[in-house]
């Protein structure tokens, strides 16, 4: 709550020079030099702009930038509001919840250095408030030094913000092998950990598109906010090939120790204890309007235990500012077991969620998308899920 409490008053800071400066750059007298403050809302930083940008045929979000001398500040964010209903056998719950409140802001401090800020005001766990926080030095396009917390460049779905994503939640699958919820070992950290990476792009085509871009980084692979919590490091890559502009081929890995969070359900880790912890995965995405499809399979191993994940989630606009989605998500924690050893489990190590969703542009990057979910759990009751949910970016 104090990290919330400092970024509303840095925000509440500039709002004096916003009101003041309005859309004309006004000087500031410092001594024998001034100070040049504008504000706009021009899409200078394409980091911000591929943070909000919208869905196909819509106009990217328009982030405030506020000019202070040769610096700038841009500030954006969104909130998601859903209300879910899911049946588990004959048990039905519905709610509302606030499910994202992003308030996020890059700082521009020459064209080579920057400093990126993300804050999530909806998360009930104080530990889990700040995001990311980490400062970027741009040699060239092709080799950029990052340093701080940020997510670890392992799947594409990992790396994509949700509000370009088709489905409310995120898979599943993904969920469970990038570290972001599901797998007690690694632990529920939104897929984001404390390092440094290198990250680039190269080759540029005539369209202005890059051919190749790349990440390379060291985790602490503890997750984020933690201190490492054993003596190795998590190595994470990733390559995006993109023929076209419109296509992209992508692989990544990570390779590393962890150290459990919880005790394995097949009895093979104890918390407290270091077990391999390794992940790949291949995938594309492509767009061909009016459809844009995604898929990735993903494999990897905690300890001895093999597991794999799978899912393609396809978009097809049907008219102005409406669109369907579909999806099918696949996990399988544990590649080995029997089918007679998967009904002994305590809980489900198998499942099949299959999504059919509509969504609707109401505004830019502000959309209201309902979805409903089977999910096929390979022991006890299936689960039916109906998610509505309001999303709005600025």
Known sequence: MNLMKRFIVAIMAVIPIVAVAEEAAAPIETGKKSLSVSVSTLNTSDSAVMATKPQDGERPVQPLNIHIGPSKLTLFGYAQTQFDMTKTGPETKNSFSMTRIILMANAELTRKL??????????????KHLHEYYAQYAFMPELKVRVGQFKTPYTLENIISPTLLGT??????????????????????VGRDLGAMITGDAIKARDGHYYLNYSVGVFNGAGMNLRDNNKHKDVVAMLNVLPTKDITLSGSFIIGKGNAQADDMFGTIAQGTDYTRNRWSVGAEAKWKPLKLRTEYMGGKNGDIKNRAFYAE???????????VLDYDYLDKNTALSKDAREAMPAWTRTSNYLVGLQYWVYKACRISTQFIFSDRNIGPDTKSWLTQFQIAF
């Open 114 to 127: 920057s400093f990126f800020l993300m804050v999530d005001a909806a998360s009930t766990q104080a530990p």
């Open 168 to 189: 409310v939640n995120l898979n599943e699958g993904t969920r469970y092998m990038a570290g972001i919820a599901g797998d007690p070992l690694y632990g529920n950290y």
């Open 314 to 324: 396809l978009w097809c606009h049907l008219f102005r500012n409406f669109d369907i």
